[in-house]
């Protein structure tokens, strides 16, 4: 019904920046919340920010000041801004959404595929 397809991951240096993309595409009449969690190597998943369809905020303590989450509704899309960049910020990095799929409220829940991000010099 619904597929999210994240971007943007990669290699970059401490103190660096990256830019994850997650768009949504197929039976979308509306799309409520969205978010950005992680999954590092022997750790559990973990939020790292998520965004309501008001624009509403939260994020991850560890996160906060360094990340920025966003969306675009046109595009069906969330954004999240990494800056600062810390090894301890590697991970493979989801994105979720919950979908109205048609007028009759009927929604989705789901994941991606994953992007890695690895912070390394």
């Known amino acids: 019904q619904v597929q999210l397809v994240e971007s943007g991951g990669g290699l970059v240096q401490p103190g660096g920046s990256l830019r994850l993309s997650c768009a949504a595409s197929?039976?979308?009449?509306?799309?409520?919340?969205m978010g950005w969690y992680r999954q590092a190597p022997g750790k559990q998943r973990e939020v790292v920010a998520a965004i309501s369809k008001g624009d509403i905020t939260n994020y991850a303590d560890s996160v906060k000041g360094r990340f920025t989450i966003s969306r675009d509704n046109a595009k069906s899309t969330v954004y999240l801004q990494m800056n600062g960049l810390k090894p301890e910020d590697t991970a493979v990095y989801y994105c979720d959404a919950e979908v109205q799929t048609d007028p009759n409220g009927s929604t989705w829940y789901g994941w991606g595929q994953g992007t890695q991000v690895t912070v390394s010099s």
């Open positions: 197929g039976s979308i009449f509306s799309i409520y919340a």
